[in-house]
């Protein structure tokens, strides 16, 4: 497990600084797409296209470093 939240927190610290504040409004915060939206002065649809891909680079990034499966496609 300790391999895993180093490489987490490495790939957390090579997001741009936007993404991570995203992800920590969503998930530390809990605030709704639409609450973050409000606090970024975006759309909620832009927030959560935003969210989806900085979750798809943090898993691309974890994959990279070997701590996790790719994912299959289709």
Do not use: N
């Amino acid at each position: 497990w300790e391999e895993k939240l180093e490489a987490l927190e490495t790939c957390l610290a090579d997001l741009p600084e936007d993404s991570r504040t995203m992800l920590q409004l969503f998930y530390s915060e809990e605030l709704t797409t639409e609450r973050i939206a409000d606090r970024v002065d975006l759309h909620r649809e832009t927030v959560k296209k935003r969210l989806q891909r900085t979750r798809l680079l943090i898993s691309e990034c974890l994959q990279r470093k070997g701590v996790l499966d790719p994912i299959p496609t289709g």
